[in-house]
């Protein structure tokens, strides 16, 4: 079965950094698009970043673009989401999700892990 | 981007009652509209893509309707296991995928 296993999070100081992970299995992880999505305390889902199925395309919101780097180890099965310079405002549960591709030409998200706990806080 | 508009933002309901979520988008986005349920310390999950598509596995009193700018999620008789967060997400304007504020529905 399709698995999405986060990992990474914690406490961490503004301005420092931090490297999630999103292991994958149960599927050809190297056919799917992946994402990163968050949700700060309380708050709504935020879209966060994209790669593509072969890494050869990455896109940011513009919240977290030029401090977040999106990345994937195919060989491995592995997400990762790098995040520098952190804000309080990133404090957030982050979640990466799988992208299903439709006959239709439509996509959605269709497996997401269980989520992170990052907290930035001084 | 493409701005979603979710209304209400919180509804009280009872068991068996009919329920409906609307959508609405600042742009024409066809039919790339989705819909995802959230429990409480849980991750989303998704019950409709392609505005009207359902998930295979989720119950047949979710319905989606809806196109171009307009869209409803349409629970047909709330069940106990209905009360959740649900958020509409559009996909037209990629990647630029944006979520609506969501819809809270809570027990009468």
């Known amino acids: 079965q399709v698995q999405l296993v986060e990992s990474g999070g914690g406490v961490v100081q503004p301005g420092r950094s931090l490297r999630l992970s999103c292991a994958a299995s149960?599927?050809?992880?190297?056919?799917?698009?992946m994402h990163w999505v968050r949700q700060a305390p309380g708050k709504g889902l935020e879209w966060v970043a994209v790669i593509w199925h072969d890494g050869g395309n990455e896109y940011y919101a513009d919240s977290v673009k030029g401090r977040f780097t999106i990345s994937r180890d195919n060989s491995k099965n592995t997400l990762y989401l790098q995040m520098n310079s952190l804000r309080a405002e990133d404090t957030a549960v982050y979640y990466c999700?799988?992208?299903?591709?439709?006959?239709?030409?439509?996509?959605?998200?269709?497996?997401w892990g269980q989520g992170t706990l990052v907290t930035v806080s001084s | 981007d493409i701005q979603t508009t979710q209304s209400p933002s919180s509804l009280s309901a009872s068991v068996g009652d009919r329920v409906i979520i609307t959508c609405r988008t600042s742009?024409?986005?066809?039919?790339?509209l989705n819909w995802y349920q959230q429990k409480p310390g849980k991750a989303p999950k998704v019950l409709i893509y392609?505005?009207?598509t359902l998930q295979t596995g989720v119950p047949s009193r979710f319905s989606g309707s809806g196109s171009g700018t307009d869209f409803t999620l349409t629970i047909s008789s709330l069940q106990p296991e209905d009360f959740a967060v649900y958020y509409c997400q559009q996909t037209y304007r990629t990647p630029r995928w944006t979520f609506g504020q969501g819809t809270k529905v809570e027990i009468k």
């Open positions: 392609g505005a009207s």
């Open positions: 149960g599927f050809t992880f190297s056919s799917h698009g």
């Open positions: 742009q024409n986005i066809n039919n790339y």
């Open positions: 999700a799988r992208e299903e591709e439709t006959v239709a030409g439509t996509d959605y998200f269709g497996y």
